[in-house]
């Protein structure tokens, strides 16, 4: 080991105990890897409990030039949270408290190593929820969350984690304290540092602390089930929902192939002419519930409709959500490789952009599965592929995304860039975004020490 590197490893001993240093290569195995499946091994792994370490430790880095991959649970799907070369990963594992609930201000601060599902849980003690809700919310943690501005399927009417947040806590890359946002939800004393820092792919500051806007649960839920005969009338249902005015808090999409799986799972009864699926939700007042669930359904009744009716028990909406959450593993099943991704059209492209697959699936002979939060247009495209396609597949995805662009769309609603993006983002940003947003990397980082590698193509 080059004696530069002991010489940093012995400097991390003095601020970790044995319990939160891993440097067995053995150990840190694990941490090398998120989703995507890309592996990178770290130079070790930390576990901090305070603040005051994570300042600390960013400071050590600085002084030996070692680079930080923060990481929750590592469910990223992007590479986000693969360690740079010779970093080491900073793990929020032991950092999972609820510091403060506060119902009568509708917030929450908690630690960033918490998971969203006990943060849901804490909240529903107060009557509350905090609306990004990531099918991965058993495990993920609020520091992901943020950092990823992950949502689900709640955002379509709730909101992204930028709209739930408060403020922040966090240590820049030069090892600063920053405190960003207010304990109120109007506030306007400068720039907007937190909507900043969320989604920056923990490569600008190290969230250690969150405030959250909690929202009061609804009442009550009705959901509805929706299919057609063809993807476009589907996609032009979610049009005609979108465009009238009570907003479903969920309106998930899924095509053939993704209403097969779910069929097999859920042992759900469908026309076996369905070729496309809508789950609308929608809630509020127990009062008036089902008059607004009629209208929503009205207008999911586009052409090509074959039936729309309400799921009529609990146990058929949870089996429904449950199938529709085992969606994305069960992909695996059909090819041993997926290519996930998560771009976003404005709504009324949607069936150009499903109909733009459909051709590059038979152009390159490519399966490609598509289903998610379809009222915010953000689409889980799958490609299905079998190891010897890997470059086939690349092509396709590089169509797939000139498609979504020119859509007028994003390469990503919820998962990021990480790694397996950052070739492609300047088909979305343009050169002067992308200069600035370097030149705001290196306010925060000057030594380009947090996550290096990501978002960015190398230059
Ligand atoms: C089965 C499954 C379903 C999923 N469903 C959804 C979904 O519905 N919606 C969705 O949006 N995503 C979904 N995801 C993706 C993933 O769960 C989310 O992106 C989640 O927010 C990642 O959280 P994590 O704790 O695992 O973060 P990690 O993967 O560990 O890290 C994600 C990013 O956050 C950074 N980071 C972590 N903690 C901090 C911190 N404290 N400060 C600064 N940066 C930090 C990391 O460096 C990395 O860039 C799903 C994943 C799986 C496996």
Known sequence: MPGIQSDFLQHLQELYNEKSLFLDPAECWTYGYDNSRRHNEPLAVVFPTTHQQIVDTVKLCNNHKVAITPRGSGTGTTGASVPSNNAIVLSTEHMANILTVDPDNRLMVVEPGVTNQAVQNAAAEHGFFWPPDPTSSAICTVGGNLAFNSAGPKAVKYGTPRENTLGLTCVTGAGE???TGAYTTKSVVG??????????????????????????????????QATYKSVESAAHAVSAIMAQPITPCALEFMDETAISLVKDDAQLNLPSTAKALLMIEVDGDAYGLEEMARKVADSASTDGLIDVSIASTEEQVKTLWKARK?????????APKKINEDVVVPVSHIPNLINGLQALSEQYQIPIVNFGHAGNGNIHVNLLIQAEQLDTAKTCLADVFALVIKLNGSLSGEHGIGLEKRDYIGLELDAVAIGIMKKIKSQFDPENLLNPDKVFPPS
Not at 191 to 220: F, M, V, W
């Open 177 to 179: 304290t920053l405190t």
């Open 191 to 224: 720039y907007d540092l937190t909507r900043l820092i969320i989604g920056s792919e923990g490569t600008l500051a190290i969230i250690t602390q969150a405030t959250l806007k909690l929202t009061p649960l609804p009442e009550s839920k009705i959901t509805l």
């Open 326 to 334: 085992a969606l994305s593993p069960s992909l695996r099943k059909i």
